[in-house]
């Protein structure tokens, strides 16, 4: 049980478009969503936390307006990476969380998706 | 705040030598949770352990120890009859006490990559 997928797991766009990558827990309600950045050979970096039908809370440094955090359902968070730049090319991932049953709520993270903004 | 120091960047070991990475954490909290995970080169995070604060027992698990020191704020992880496929990036990383919500966040320590040379 606790598996968390993402959409995609590659993706390779042009500097100005935007993208949508998608974090689902498959069989479970994930209250709260976590999105990291990782660059290349470094470590995760929290960008924002997310819980279900409320806004995310953003990590100080890291643009709202860039990186648009969406938690509409219990089991589905998407990011958009807005007006992409080479910069912005990393490795996202994400992690649910489930508060059902007693704490501590563990952290089941998805297998990430790399994204090469050319 | 919190802080998680993984000192080793980079660790190669023959394969079938015993091979310790190190972890030591900084917080205020007086309740807390460590955890170790893998990153093998595909990227997806593994998790391996879960200790909370209150729990200075040593684990053992097949060819996995760790050691957690509160007196040196160290949770140490060893690897014993290194195998190749114990090559991967380990991160150590600490989370405060969970809330309710399961919004807490975890610190990441900035990793150390493993090599094991057949």
């Known amino acids: 049980g606790a598996v968390v997928s993402q959409h995609p797991s590659r993706v390779i766009c042009k500097s100005g478009t935007s993208v949508k990558i998608e974090c689902r827990s498959l069989?479970?309600?994930?209250?709260?969503m976590f999105w990291y950045r990782q660059f290349p050979k470094k470590s995760l970096m929290l960008m924002a936390t997310?819980?279900?039908?409320?806004?995310?809370?953003?990590e100080q440094g890291v643009e709202k307006d860039k990186f648009l955090i969406n938690h509409a359902s219990l089991t589905l968070s998407t990011l958009t990476v807005t007006s992409a730049h080479p910069e912005d090319s990393s490795f996202y991932i994400c992690?649910?969380?489930?508060?059902?049953?007693?704490?501590?709520?563990?952290?089941?993270f998805g297998p990430g998706t790399r994204l090469t903004v050319t | 705040a919190q802080k998680v120091t993984q000192a080793q960047t980079e660790i190669s070991v023959v394969e079938k030598e015993d091979v310790t990475l190190d972890c030591v954490y900084e917080?205020?909290?007086?309740?807390?949770?460590l955890f170790w995970y893998k990153q093998p080169p595909s990227g997806e995070l593994v998790f391996l352990i879960r200790?909370?604060?209150?729990?200075?027992q040593n684990e053992i698990s097949g060819r996995y120890s760790w050691n957690f020191q509160k007196s040196t704020s160290s949770f140490n992880f060893t690897i014993t009859a290194s195998q190749v496929v114990d090559s991967a990036v380990y991160f150590c990383?600490?989370?405060?006490?969970?809330?309710?919500?399961?919004?807490?966040?975890?610190?990441f320590g900035t990793g150390t990559r493993l090599t094991i040379i057949p």
């Open positions: 990383a600490l989370s405060e006490a969970v809330s309710n919500f399961g919004n807490e966040k975890l610190t």
């Open positions: 917080t205020r909290d007086t309740t807390y949770y």
């Open positions: 069989d479970f309600q994930a209250t709260t």
């Open positions: 997310s819980n279900e039908g409320s806004k995310a809370t953003y």
């Open positions: 200790r909370n604060s209150f729990d200075e």
């Open positions: 992690s649910a969380s489930s508060t059902s049953g007693l704490p501590p709520y563990e952290q089941y």
